[in-house]
């Protein structure tokens, strides 16, 4: 079982910042594919932005690359999104999700949007012109 719950999101004017956090319970992030996902209301769920543990390295969107970083905090169980230079066509919900991962290689970065497992309630993001 892992819980996940979103925190930092808010209304910002474009170009502001804002750093989103998933808090993690119930397994390390160390064991987790972990990726964020945003959503804008009547349109698909997308991909922003994934750790991908098993091989060490990270996927950011082609949409939001150069002003979105992510990141994780082991220590503290919770990764985090940072997003700078706001558009408003990053207005959505944004959720974190996650997978448990088998300890092989080259697994978290195979996985499709439905194959994550666990998903935060979400946090709303609102970009203003």
């Known amino acids: 079982q892992v819980q996940l719950v979103e925190s930092g999101g808010g209304s910002v004017q474009a170009g502001g910042s804002l750093r989103l956090s998933c808090a993690a319970s119930g397994y390390s992030l160390s064991r987790l594919c972990m990726g964020w996902f945003r959503q804008a209301p009547g349109k698909e769920r997308e991909r922003v932005a994934a750790l991908y543990t098993d091989i060490g390295s990270t996927y950011i969107g082609d949409s939001v690359k150069g002003r979105f970083t992510i990141s994780q905090d082991n220590a503290e169980n919770t990764l985090y999104l940072q997003m700078n230079s706001l558009k408003p066509e990053d207005t959505g919900m944004y959720y974190c999700?996650?997978?448990?991962?088998?300890?092989?290689?080259?697994?978290?970065?195979?996985?499709?949007?439905?194959?994550?497992?666990?998903w935060g309630q979400g946090t709303q993001v609102t970009v203003s012109s």
């Open positions: 999700a996650a997978r448990i991962w088998p300890l092989s290689g080259g697994y978290c970065n195979t996985l499709r949007p439905a194959d994550y497992r666990f």
